[in-house]
């Protein structure tokens, strides 16, 4: 009889699938550099795809954003306002600066946002995030004017 059965892969020999955040940033043919910008504009749309979200940025960083982006025509500023990355060779920690819908629980927001930037940065750089610190500067209640933070009103 010359029956052909499916042979199991050999497991000797099989090459492990990558894991998330050990992606080889040295290999021999060269090292791989990833800017602070690049890691603080991914964790920026990160946070920014969570629902609850409002902004990024305490309102004065805000404000001064919106100047400085008034005045030098943009330049990438608004993608990473309210973030700020530290990055070194194989890992990255973030903070950001959140202001919240009225209504979202918090930690349930703070919990969606650490999620998403974790696996964004891990995924996209394959740097290991070591924390995301989150800050609630402001909350955005229904009926309020997207260009004044609370605290301009609150006297």
């Known amino acids: 009889m010359n029956q052909t ?27 791989t550099m990833i800017a602070d910008t690049v890691v ?10 969570v629902s609850g979200v409002y902004a990024l940025g305490a309102g004065m960083s805000r404000a001064l954003g919106a100047v400085r982006e008034a005045l030098t025509g943009g330049g990438g500023t608004a993608s990473t306002q309210g973030v700020a990355v530290e990055v070194g060779e194989h890992q990255a920690a973030a903070d950001l600066d959140v202001i919240v ?29 070591t924390e995301v ?23």
């Open 40 to 49: 603080a504009k991914i964790a920026g749309m990160a946070a920014r795809q």
């Open 101 to 129: 819908e009225y209504g979202v629980s918090i930690p349930d927001l703070a919990a969606g946002v650490r999620r998403n930037v974790i696996d964004a940065v891990e995924n996209m750089c394959g740097l290991e995030v």
């Open 5 to 31: 059965k499916a042979q199991a892969p050999d497991v000797t020999t099989a090459r492990p699938m990558a894991h998330r955040g050990s992606a080889e940033l040295d290999s021999e043919h060269g090292r």
């Open 133 to 155: 610190n989150i800050t609630v500067d402001d909350l955005h209640l229904p009926g309020e004017e997207a260009g004044e933070p609370q605290e301009a009103r609150v006297r």
